[in-house]
């Protein structure tokens, strides 16, 4: 989730800070204060500092000299293998500089012409200068977010504001000493430098001219130079002033250029190249500077004014008008604002080594501790509650043993009952199969002495325990079935017709049978299969 966060840019000759957040695709400013750094350095920048807000928080830009970039090619490892290299290399700078370093790295998109390595991003800062800001930030009784190179704020003001093509980009902050670069590849960073020199060449070349103070110079500079190739001027001290301007003009150009080749040269991409190049800062807001780079560099540069996108409504009408005067020297407050809300931002964050302890420390082993406190209680409260559980098991255990007994008790009756009913039901079957099939020939034999026609007589009477499925005596269900077979005497006519009689008789004599008969075709002999034994028919619906 975005959180609100204070961008601030302490520069040699302004100050900004933007508060705001990074929601719904742009930047939300919500304050806005700007200042001139009368001092020229770093307590002076922070003296100058006099926000009507609390600028909590902050996430502090760093430049110049007491910073470092630098580009580091690795084979594809582990984040943790990744974190001990890079710990080893700010290490051994350290020894060199003689001084304590704070640092943190990042992570390049991968580059198409690099197979199976990155590129590591390591930013370092020495802990002194992390110290003077620390002071300065004190005295706003504000707290830190971090510190982030201006070069990274600049790339992130880039991503999230600027116009992004397939093309690659040099995006420079022309600050008073400095110069904050960045090559972009697309949307993808590839470099990041930052620079000694900026407007202040311009500042001395004209004071030197004129001989006059540089503050003097810096108001001829704004008021009348200009770089613009073919310029005409109105009088003869603006020519003066703007050919003053031509040489830190070339060394501008010269500084840019360079970067170039210290990106070839860091990174072993030998063939790469600019399309175009965009400025902010406060130089760059000198007459006709875009029109002369690009005349000098031979690809179109022109001045970057992320402001255009950027949701300004929340602002006062007084912090508006400030910001729209100083929104070329505001680019990197807002990428840093941005870096620090932003939690798709391309971020990183060097921290001095007493915060970074005691954020560790509250992020992890204040944790570890407060787990290791919380596992002790709840293994003491958790033995105290099995010593409860198992007094109250033991209870339930005399109890269940008791039930247990009767219940093996009852079981052994069950099972004695069980096998003395099977075998009671054999005999019962046994029995059953008996009298059913005597009583079923004893019916059978009455009805067949009193119906049986004079022109029959019977040859064969058998009783089997079976089953028929045209009797409704199922497989599973056997049952007594009783077959008679007999003779016609011949010449008997109208056998069909007596046989029919024979039926009925049958059918008439013995409620509840079930017969199947099947008459020869001559008509001389008949089989007839009955049972008084099967199923009952389902009664149907008188209705239906």
């Known amino acids: 989730m975005a959180r609100t966060t204070t961008g601030i840019d302490i520069g040699s000759k302004t100050v900004q800070l933007l508060r705001g957040q990074y929601k719904g695709n742009t930047f939300h400013a919500t304050h806005f204060t700007a200042a001139t750094n009368e001092g020229g350095d770093l307590d002076g920048g922070w003296e100058a500092c006099e926000p009507d807000f609390k600028p909590s928080t902050a996430r502090i830009g760093l430049t110049g000299r007491e910073v470092n970039l630098r580009y580091t090619r690795v084979p594809r490892v582990p984040d943790w293998q990744l974190r001990k290299l890079m710990r080893f290399e700010v290490e051994e700078i350290g020894d060199q500089s003689g001084s304590e370093?704070?640092?943190?790295?990042?992570?390049?998109?991968?580059?198409?012409?690099?197979?199976?390595?990155d590129v590591v991003v390591l930013a370092m800062a020495r802990e002194s200068l992390l110290e003077e800001h620390m002071h300065g930030l004190a005295g706003l009784g504000a707290g830190l977010d971090a510190f982030a190179p201006n070069a990274l704020a600049l790339y992130n003001a880039w991503l999230r504001y600027g116009v992004i093509e397939g093309d690659t980009v040099l995006v420079a902050n022309i600050g008073h000493e400095n110069v904050d670069v960045?090559?972009?590849r697309g949307p993808d960073?590839?470099?990041a430098r930052n620079l000694s020199g900026g407007s202040a060449l311009f500042d001395r070349a004209i004071a030197d001219r004129f001989d006059i103070s540089l503050s003097q110079a810096e108001g001829v500079k704004k008021n009348h130079?200009?770089?613009?190739?073919?310029?005409s001027f109105d009088n003869a001290s603006a020519e003066k002033a703007s050919r003053a301007c031509?040489?830190?003009?070339?060394?501008?150009?010269?500084?840019?250029?360079?970067?170039?080749?210290?990106?070839?040269?860091?990174?072993?991409?030998?063939g790469f190249k600019i399309d175009r190049v965009m400025l902010c800062g406060g130089g760059a807001a000198l007459d006709g500077l875009p029109e002369w780079l690009q005349s000098a560099m031979g690809v179109p540069v022109e001045r970057f004014d992320p402001f255009r996108?950027?949701?300004?409504s929340a602002l006062d009408a007084e912090d508006a008008e400030e910001l729209e005067r100083h929104k070329l020297e505001s680019v990197v407050a807002l990428g840093l604002a941005t870096m620090g809300s932003d939690p798709e931002g391309y971020s990183v964050e060097i921290l001095p080594a007493k915060v970074r302890r005691t954020r560790e420390f509250w992020g992890g082993t204040a944790f570890l501790v407060a787990a290791g406190l919380l596992a002790v209680l709840f293994l003491g409260w958790d033995a105290w509650n099995d010593s409860q559980s198992l007094d109250a098991l033991r209870e339930q255990k005399g109890g269940l043993a008791s039930r247990l007994r009767s219940a093996e008790a009852t079981d052994r009756d069950t099972r004695a009952l069980l096998e003395e009913n099977t075998e009671l039901a054999a005999i019962s079957s046994d029995l059953m199969a008996a009298l059913g099939c005597g009583e079923q020939i004893a019916r059978a034999l009455e009805v067949l002495d009193s119906k049986?026609?004079?022109?029959?007589?019977?040859?064969r009477l058998e009783s089997t325990w079976s089953f028929d499925d045209e009797l409704g005596v199922d497989r599973a269900l056997e049952r007594p079935i009783l077959r008679i077979e007999g003779r016609a005497r011949e010449g008997t006519r109208s056998m069909a017709q007596l046989h029919e009689t024979f039926l009925a008789s049958l059918r008439d004599g013995l409620p509840g049978a079930r017969l199947k008969a099947a008459p020869s075709a001559d008509g001389t002999r008949f089989e007839v299969d009955l049972t008084l034994l099967a199923a009952p028919e389902a009664v149907e619906d008188e209705e239906n």
């Open 101 to 117: 370093v704070a640092s943190d790295f990042n992570l390049l998109p991968e580059l198409p012409e690099i197979e199976g390595e």
């Open 452 to 459: 049986l026609p004079e022109e029959f007589w019977l040859s």
């Open 309 to 312: 996108v950027v949701d300004t």
């Open 225 to 231: 130079a200009s770089v613009a190739p073919g310029a």
């Open 182 to 184: 960045v090559i972009c």
């Open 189 to 191: 960073l590839v470099f």
């Open 246 to 270: 031509s040489a830190p003009a070339g060394q501008l150009s010269s500084l840019l250029q360079s970067t170039l080749m210290f990106c070839k040269s860091q990174l072993k991409i030998p």
